[in-house]
């Protein structure tokens, strides 16, 4: 046995760390990534369950239509009965993780549907609307720091500004001024989302801005770190033009922090599309959000914050993902 | 700062410098030619004056716009902007420049109250979390994680959702928001500290905790919180305006930008005015804030 597997060391490394250890890692990294989404998801559903509880007000009432509304006092009994709100708190807490376990959100207050039915229906579109203002914003954010990295000192002090100047615009400015400049003045473009692609280019556009200035300010800065590093001077000593310093070294260190900003970045797009769905009168996850709040529909606001917190935990491990692609230096670990 | 120098300068040996008082900007000797001031002047500069303006503004109003913010009209309703009426009037008849004036001080004072206080429980949490055991450090790093899941306006929203709106709630749900990304950066920096030569001198020569975390680290936090707190006071208005907007902080009549921005709503396509100004200072605002906190932020670096 001992002279064969010296005899063959490919054979042996293959039948003794081969595939197990090729895959351990990654099944390690899928536990722990697993772990830490269930974790999120109570912790979240934890949090807004002690909340309701601390802060007074009755459900029973959001039940009936919302605050202010006139309904006696049996009718609300009987709402706390139907909602389960008259068991003890416990009860009610184990009932809801044990709903939340087996895919259930509940029924929402002002809708009087399962809210897993109202987010089926609203996602799609606030899913679009992020994923085209997150490209964008990618493609404005790498094209300012490529434009900075290249042009030089004046080119970053312009591209500087601009970023500042998108980072300081809020969505719901920005969004009004597009509507008054391409619909009320020049009627290139309908005010409001009406399913076509001309519809969508406001929206994405107002979405999209401040998160390429954010992003273009960590991305420049991180180019410009590049661009005076000991390995561009290498670089550039073995006769690499400048743009190939750029594109092909500096690249990769100014998409890095963007990348690790994608958590974050979810968080801008997803507060974002509240806004953006509402100026442009879009059907979606935000707009929904928006008027759950206003109705205090607590399972419904529970379901929008239990499915974006998803969303961030999935984020963050597909980030993690493409950033030890991207960077060879963190792929060992 | 001075225990911190005279504990530094009475060591021994080439000890790596802390995160401690830096050299001082001035005149620094650079070769070649005299650079172009470039936008690392102009800016700050332009930020400064902007902040200056709005300071006035919030403080005395009536300086920059006698007119009262809130007298009726009716005959001048949605007049343009023009030599009377520098931003026009809103439906009322209300002198919007005015009004943008005098909404200096509460929205500037909502922005202020949300960032300290997401910057005080973000110290409290950075540095429990930064300075305390493994455990105390792990709960809190889930604690934040969580509240990063959430995002932005959507923890303001939930915490809206539960509170009902108002002023005081947004106030609380803007610092929420903004509180666990300055947990992160906190802690990392108490982390530094703590490991520095400094910190480890200070316990070496007996010092009590309480006397290291208030002569030694506080102060030395004290500047990196100050730049956090200038960049993130731009942002928080945009927040607390961005919840007025929807319908949800400071109800239209008052003076707020982000109820004028409401207000405007309804006018978009007949009175431009109405949206573009008030919208405008929100901008320069926050413009002026990141401009002042990165220009602060580069001084404490030392760059």
Known sequence: ?333 | MTPVSSTMSSLPGPFPRGPGPRRRPGPRRRPGPRRWPGPGVILPALAATTACFLVLAAVVPWWLAPTDPLAIDPGAAFSSPSLSHWFGTDESGRDLYSRVVHGARPSLLIGAAATALGLGLALVLGLASGLGGRWLDAGIGRLVEVMLALPGLLLALVFIALAGPGVSTTIVAVGLTTAPGYARIIRSQARALRGSAMIESARVLGHHPAKILFRHLLPNALGPVLVLATLGVGQAVIWASALSFLGLGEAPPAPEWGAMLAAGRTYLGSAWWMTFFPGLTIVATAAASTVLGRSLQRRAVGA
């Open chain 1, 1 to 333: 046995m001992a002279g064969q597997t010296t005899s063959d060391p490919t054979q042996t490394r293959r039948s003794s760390r081969g595939a197990p250890t090729a895959w351990r890692p990654v099944g390690v990294w899928l536990a722990r990534r697993a772990a830490s989404a269930v974790f999120v998801l109570w912790a979240v559903a934890t949090l807004i369950f002690v909340a309701i509880r601390l802060i007074p007000g009755d459900p029973a009432e959001a039940i009936m239509g919302g605050p202010g509304s006139q309904a006696s006092a049996e009718a609300l009994e009987s709402a706390r009965v139907d909602y389960g709100l008259d068991r003890p708190v416990g009860v009610q807490y184990l009932t809801l993780l044990g709903h939340l376990a087996t895919g259930n959100l509940g029924t929402s207050y002002s809708l009087k549907i399962p809210v897993s039915e109202v987010l089926a229906a609203q996602l799609p579109g606030t899913l679009g609307l992020a994923v085209g203002a997150w490209i964008l914003a990618w493609v404005v954010a790498l094209g300012l720091a490529l434009y900075s990295g290249l042009g030089g000192r004046g080119a970053s002090a312009v591209g500087s500004a601009l970023e500042i100047a998108a980072a300081s615009v809020p969505h719901f400015w920005l969004g009004s001024v597009l509507v008054l400049l391409f619909s009320s003045a020049w009627r290139w473009l309908p005010p409001v989302s009406n399913g076509t692609v001309a519809g969508l280019v406001m929206p994405i556009v107002t979405l999209a801005l401040p998160l390429a200035g954010f992003l273009g300010q960590v991305m420049r800065e991180s180019m410009v770190t590049a661009l005076n590093s000991p390995f561009a001077l290498s670089a550039r000593a073995r006769g690499e033009s400048e743009a190939g310093v750029v594109l092909r070294h500096a690249l990769r260190h100014a998409a890095l922090p963007g990348v690790a900003l994608s958590g974050w970045a979810l968080g801008s797009l997803v507060s974002g599309a509240v806004v953006v769905e509402s100026i442009f009168a879009r059907p979606g996850l935000g707009r929904t959000l928006l008027e759950a709040v206003t109705l205090r529909d607590v399972p419904l606001v529970t379901g929008v914050a239990l499915v974006s917190a998803l969303a961030y935990v999935v984020v963050m491990a597909l980030s993690d993902l493409a950033e030890r692609l991207i960077d060879p230096r963190i792929r060992g670990r």
